[in-house]
C-alpha cells in the first residue's frame, strides 16, 4: 500500500506533491520521491526512508520550477527500502516517470523481454517496467494517455499507475486496476491521489475512478475511457470528511479501516505466488530445494498475535508435509536450550520485522546451524534481513497496534509455506497445491462475506461493555482462534479474556464459569473432522447448563448449534483448515466495539507500542 500524488495547476508542482505525500505518509514510509517535467525534460529525486529524507534532499537540490509533477511514499513489496528501489522510476533516456502502487504479477517475463530489447533496469522492483514500457510505447503512440493504456492491457495483477513525461508538461495520466485512484477537481488546478486525504486541503471535489480506467489530467479538466481507450463513466462526489478521516479512509479508527482491509490484503499477498509453470513461488529464497528437502522438523517462532498464527502454521505444516512442527513463543525458545541442527527449519513470523524477541530467537537458531525462513509483513527490516528466506505478507502498513490484517495475511502466507515445503519435498502434487491456493483465492469474498454481516457482533459487544471477563474456546485450529480473541479483547478493552482448548474446560477452567459469563465458541465445521464438531456441541452444553452467555460462532448450515446458542454468528463454510482466516473476523470487530463503548483509544491501546524492540 504506497501514497501517490499527481498535480498539474498554476501552483508549485513540488511543493503540492509533497504536502500531498505529508498526508498519505501512513499508507508507506520505506521511501519517497517526485518527479517534475521542466525545460524539456524531466527532473526528479528520490531518498529511502521517511520523506523527511526527500524533503531534506529538496532542500539543498530544490527541482528546477514546474506546474505539473507527480509524488509517491513507498510501502516496499519487491525490492527493499533503497534509493535505487524508490519511486519514481525513470527510462533510460529520462523522458518518463512513473510511480506505482500494487503488484505487478508478470513483472518478471515483461522485465526479461524489455532487458532482451537492451533495457537497462536499474531496481528490483516490479514498477520499474512499466517506466520502459512507456517509454517504447510512447515512441509510436505518441501521446502518453494512449501509451498508458497500451502498457495496461499487458500488466496483469493489482495497480494504480501516475506517469509524466517531459514531452507533455501539461499533462498527467493515470491508470487503476484493483487498486485506488481518485481525482480532485480544484479551480484551473487537478490532482490524482491514492485518497482524497493528499488534496483536501486544496478542493472537496472529487471524482471516484473506476475498474480499468486511464485517466488524462490538464489544468483545465480530466479525459477517463478505458483501457480501450472508449469513454468512460465516472461519478463525481463531495468529500465531507475532515484531513484526519481521510488518511483513515473515512472510518472513526485505522484498526477499523484495516479491519475492512482484510479482503484486499489477503488477496494482495495471494497475488503473483503462483510461477508461469504452476508452481509455487516464495519471494525470496535463498535455501536450495535440497536442502528443505533434508528438513527433519519445523520450529515456529512468533510473539503474541503472530505467535497464534504460528500455532495454526503447526497444523498446516503437519498436515500437508507431515514434518513435526513445533511452535514456541520467541521469548521462551532460546532460554529452553532447543534442540536445533542443520536439519531443522525455523520459522519467524513478524509483521514489524523487529520484534526483539523473535530477532534473539533466529539469531540462536542460526548459531545452532538451522535454516530460518521468515513470514514479514515489512520489506527490508531487520528479521528477513537475517533469515535465510521470507515470504512477505503483502497487508500494506500496519498502524494500529492490534494486528488485524496481518494476522489474517500471516494465515496466508503460513498456508503457502506449508504448500511449498510439500511441493519441494514432492508430498503434494501440483495440482492438489493448486486447489488449496483456489479455496484460498476465494477468501477475500468470503472475509468480505462475514464484514457485510456484523452489526449484531456490534450491538452484542456494546451490551457486554460492562462485563469483567469473557472466556473464548476452540478446538483444532479454532484453539489458537480463541486465544487471539481473548488477546484482542485483553489488549483493546483492559477486560480479563482467556482463551482455553475447548476440551481443557473439563480439567479446571469450567469452575470459572456462573451465570451469565459470556463465553465465545468457535465451533469446528460440521462437514471435515465431525468428531470435533460433536465434542465442541457437548462442551456449548456443559457451559450453559451452569449458567454460561453462549456466542457461538458457527458454519452457515450448521443447526446442530442452535438450540445451545445465546448469540449465533454465522461464517461462511470453509475447508477445516482455512476456518480461521473467516472465524477470526468476528472476534477483531467483538474486541474493537467493546472497547470503543469503553471509550478506549483502539488504535494506541495503552502500555502497549506496535513493535516491541526490547526483550
Ligand atoms: C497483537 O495485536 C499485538 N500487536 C502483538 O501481540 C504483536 O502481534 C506482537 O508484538 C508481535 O509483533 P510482530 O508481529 O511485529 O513481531
Not at 511 to 534: K, M, Q, T
Amino acid at each position: 500500500m504506497c501514497g501517490i500524488v499527481g498535480y498539474v495547476g498554476g501552483q508549485s508542482a513540488q511543493d503540492v506533491v509533497v504536502a500531498g505525500l505529508r498526508r498519505l505518509e501512513y499508507r508507506g514510509y520505506d521511501s519517497a520521491g517526485v518527479a517534475v517535467p521542466a525545460d524539456g525534460g524531466l527532473a526528479s529525486a528520490k531518498k529511502a526512508g521517511k520523506l523527511v529524507n526527500l524533503e531534506k534532499e529538496l532542500k539543498d537540490r530544490p527541482l528546477p520550477a514546474g506546474n505539473t509533477g507527480l509524488g509517491h511514499t513507498r510501502w516496499a513489496t519487491h525490492g527493499g527500502p533503497t534509493d535505487a528501489n524508490a519511486h519514481p522510476h525513470l527510462d533510460n533516456a529520462g523522458r518518463v516517470a512513473v510511480v506505482h502502487n500494487g503488484i505487478i504479477e508478470n513483472f518478471a517475463v515483461l522485465r526479461e523481454e524489455l532487458t532482451g530489447r537492451g533495457h537497462h533496469l536499474a531496481s528490483e522492483t516490479d514498477t520499474e517496467v512499466v517506466a520502459h514500457l512507456l517509454a517504447e510505447a510512447y515512441s509510436s503512440a505518441g501521446e502518453l494517455a494512449e501509451a498508458m493504456r497500451q502498457v495496461c492491457r499487458r500488466l496483469e495483477g493489482a495497480f494504480t499507475l501516475v506517469a509524466v513525461h517531459a514531452d507533455e508538461p501539461g499533462t498527467v495520466v493515470g491508470a487503476r486496476r484493483n487498486s485506488p485512484l481518485v481525482v480532485g477537481v480544484g479551480d484551473g488546478e487537478m490532482f490524482l491521489a491514492s485518497d482524497v486525504a493528499a488534496f483536501i486541503a486544496h478542493t472537496r471535489s472529487a471524482i471516484e475512478l473506476g475498474q480499468d480506467q486511464v485517466v488524462e489530467l490538464r489544468r483545465d479538466g480530466a479525459t477517463v475511457t478505458g483501457f480501450d481507450g472508449h469513454p468512460a463513466g465516472t461519478r463525481a462526489y463531495h468529500v465531507d470528511w475532515d484531513a484526519s478521516a481521510a488518511e483513515k479512509g473515512g472510518y472513526a479508527s485505522f484498526m477499523l479501516k484495516e479491519i475492512a482491509d482484510q479482503p484486499k490484503a489477503v488477496a494482495d499477498t495471494l497475488l503473483g505466488r503462483i510461477g508461469a509453470s504452476g508452481a509455487l513461488r516464495l519471494d525470496e529464497v535463498r535455501i536450495p530445494p535440497h536442502e528443505l528437502r533434508d528438513v527433519d522438523k519445523v520450529v515456529v517462532v512468533a510473539c503474541g498475535t503472530a505467535f497464534h498464527a504460528g500455532m495454526i502454521a503447526k497444523y498446516a505444516i503437519e498436515h500437508i508435509t507431515r514434518l513435526p512442527c513445533e511452535t514456541e513463543l520467541a521469548s521462551e525458545f532460546r532460554y529452553r536450550d532447543p534442540i536445533l541442527d542443520g536439519r531443522t527449519l525455523v520459522v519467524a513470523i513478524s509483521q514489524s520485522g523487529e520484534t526483539m524477541d523473535t530477532l534473539m530467537a533466529l539469531r540462536h537458531a542460526r548459531e545452532q546451524g538451522a535454516r530460518v525462513l521468515a513470514i514479514c509483513n515489512t520489506n527490508g527490516s531487520t528479521i528477513p534481513r537475517e533469515s535465510d528466506a521470507v515470504l512477505y505478507t503483502h497487508a500494506g502498513p500496519e498502524v494500529a497496534v492490534a494486528s488485524t490484517k496481518a494476522f489474517l495475511t500471516q494465515l496466508v502466507a503460513c498456508y503457502l509455506v506449508a504448500l511449498y515445503l510439500g511441493q519441494v519435498r514432492g508430498t503434494k502434487w501440483g495440482d492438489e497445491i493448486r486447489t488449496v491456493v483456489h479455496q484460498l483465492s476465494d477468501i477475500p469474498r468470503q472475509v468480505e462475506a462475514v464484514l457485510g454481516t456484523m452489526e449484531p457482533v456490534r450491538e452484542l459487544a456494546r451490551t457486554l461493555a460492562d462485563r469483567d471477563t469473557v472466556l473464548f474456546v476452540g478446538r483444532h485450529v479454532g484453539y489458537p482462534v480463541a486465544l487471539e480473541g481473548a488477546l484482542k479483547l485483553k489488549e483493546l478493552a483492559y477486560m480479563h479474556a482467556e482463551g482455553f482448548a475447548a476440551g481443557e474446560l473439563k480439567h479446571g477452567p469450567i469452575a470459572l464459569v456462573d451465570e451469565g459469563l459470556p463465553v465465545v465458541v468457535i465451533v469446528p465445521s460440521p462437514r471435515g473432522r465431525s468428531v470435533l464438531h460433536d465434542k465442541i456441541v457437548s462442551n456449548i452444553q456443559e457451559i450453559r447448563a451452569r449458567g454460561a452467555r453462549t456466542v457461538v460462532i458457527a458454519e452457515e448450515g450448521d443447526e446442530a448449534v442452535v438450540p445451545y446458542a445465546d448469540h449465533l454468528v454465522r461464517i461462511p463454510a470453509v475447508p477445516t483448515l482455512l476456518q480461521p482466516l473467516v472465524a477470526t473476523v468476528p472476534l477483531q470487530v467483538f474486541a474493537c466495539e467493546l472497547a470503543t463503548a469503553r471509550g478506549n483509544e483502539v488504535d494506541q491501546p495503552r502500555n502497549l507500542a506496535k513493535s516491541v524492540t526490547v526483550e
